[in-house]
Each structure stands twice: as structure tokens, then as C-alpha cells.
């Protein structure tokens, strides 16, 4: 059961969550308090006696770090650094709530992509409005290059990441190719070893019928050995008995 601090600090966490998808102005000063209040948080509850598991304990920190990431980032003066911060972000994998279908950082980290992308989108197209006066606009004027320059720098950035990944689902893909055709493998060894042991039972179960047929007509042979020793030995007992009778009454003792 969780701790009262860890239930704060879940309350805390999901109000946070909630802030950081809301646009904010930039007089907001709440949200960092709040991560600064979860830092502390998050410091004692590692060291609570009735603390989480690791792995809990973990996904917290990256919880608080990504919170942490995105305001810095936030404070970045170019769409295209802001941009670039967000890439590296890491939101938490699992929800922070029960009613949570996906975990609510990843949803922050998606939206805070897609403004980062549209301002460096606007400011690469000179979309953006600008009430400023003529000096601001001479500067604006020489921005483009050096936005340009970012801007591949960046999809440099995105490209290798691109690259990696495909990379990666490549080697992920032949993996469980392997992966598969290791297993119809041993499915078809275990298969032929199931087989074979199926033979080797219904040979051992023949052997066994045909040692037991053997078995008993030894038993009824031997049987009937010593049925006829048996009448043998008996005649012959009975022969020399009458033998005997026979020899007295014809030579009788001398006196």
C-alpha cells in the first residue's frame, strides 16, 4: 500500500503533468515550483522507510526529469534549439493514474514537438507577426541564414536519429527472423525427439508383451517338468518298494 508522502507526491505529479500540457503564459511561475516541490518530494521518498520499489522509484525520476528537460528547454530563446532539447527528452512509460491510457508525459512530449515545430516552421517562413520597430526588423532580416543553418543542423540531427531507428527496426526484424527460424527448428528437433521416443515406447511395450508370453510358457514348460519328475520318482519308489516285498517273500531269511 502506498505511503501518504508517495500519494502527495502522485497528486503533485499528475498536477504537474496537467499544467505542462496547458499553454502557459510566460508570467507562469507555478509549474517549476511544483517540479522543484516534486525534486524534494522525490528526495525523501527514497529515503522513507515504506519507500516504492526500484523500478517505481525510477519511473518517478524520469518523470521529474522530463518535466524538468521541458522547462528548461522552454526557456531556450531559438524554435530550432528548443526543438533540438525536445528530441532528448524522455517521458515516463507508464500512466501516473489509473485512468490514464497513455502515459501523460508522452503526450506532453508529443505536443511540445509539434509547438516547437511550428514555431521553427513560422520562423524559417517569416510567418510569425512582428509589431516591433524597424531596428527589430533590420535584425530579423539577418536571421534567415543563420535559421537555415540551424535548420539543417537540425534535420542533420533528425536524419541520423532517423537512420539509427531504421537501423535498429532492421536489427530488431532480423533478430526475430532468426528468432523464428531458431524455434521452427527446435519445434521440428523436439518433434523428431517426440517421435522417436513415441517408437522407442511402442517397441519397449512389444518387448515387454512378447517377455511376458516367453515368461509364461517358461513357467508352464517348467511346470510340466516337474509334473513328470515328480510321477517318475514316484514309480520308482514304488518299483523298488515292490522289488523288495518281492525278494523277501522269495528268498526267505536263512535260519
Not at 507562469?28 to 516541490?37: G, N
Not at 519507500?51 to 525520476?61: A, F, G, H, S
Not at 516337474?226 to 536263512?254: D, E, G
Amino acid at each position: 500500500m502506498a505511503s501518504r508522502l508517495e500519494i502527495n507526491f502522485i497528486r503533485l505529479l499528475s498536477r504537474c503533468e496537467s499544467m505542462a500540457s496547458e499553454k502557459r503564459g510566460e508570467a507562469e511561475w507555478r509549474l517549476e515550483k511544483y517540479v522543484a516541490a516534486l525534486e524534494d518530494m522525490l528526495v525523501a521518498l527514497r529515503k522513507s522507510p515504506s519507500k516504492p520499489t526500484q523500478e517505481v522509484l525510477t519511473e518517478y525520476t524520469r518523470k521529474v526529469d522530463f518535466l524538468k528537460g521541458l522547462l528548461e528547454a522552454e526557456k531556450l530563446a531559438s524554435p530550432t534549439e528548443k526543438a533540438l532539447a525536445n528530441q532528448f527528452l524522455a517521458p515516463g512509460r507508464t500512466p501516473t493514474i489509473a485512468n490514464e491510457r497513455m502515459p501523460a508525459t508522452k503526450t506532453v512530449h508529443i505536443q511540445s514537438k509539434a509547438r516547437c515545430t511550428g514555431e521553427m516552421r513560422d520562423e524559417l517562413l517569416g510567418t510569425r507577426l512582428s509589431g516591433k520597430a524597424d531596428g527589430d526588423l533590420r535584425n530579423r532580416r539577418c536571421l534567415p541564414l543563420d535559421e537555415r543553418q540551424s535548420a539543417a543542423e537540425l534535420d542533420a540531427v533528425l536524419q541520423h536519429h532517423h537512420n539509427l531507428q531504421e537501423k535498429l527496426a532492421e536489427d530488431m526484424l532480423n533478430l526475430a527472423r532468426n528468432l523464428k527460424n531458431n524455434t521452427l527448428a527446435a519445434q521440428n528437433i523436439i518433434k523428431q525427439d517426440n517421435q522417436t521416443l513415441s517408437q522407442s515406447m511402442r517397441q519397449a511395450d512389444l518387448n515387454f508383451e512378447k517377455l511376458k508370453t516367453e515368461s509364461e510358457r517358461l513357467e508352464q514348460h517348467t511346470k510340466k517338468s516337474v509334473n513328470w519328475l515328480l510321477w517318475l520318482m514316484l514309480i520308482l519308489v514304488s518299483f523298488t518298494f515292490i522289488s523288495m516285498i518281492l525278494f523277501i517273500r522269495i528268498f526267505p531269511r536263512l535260519r
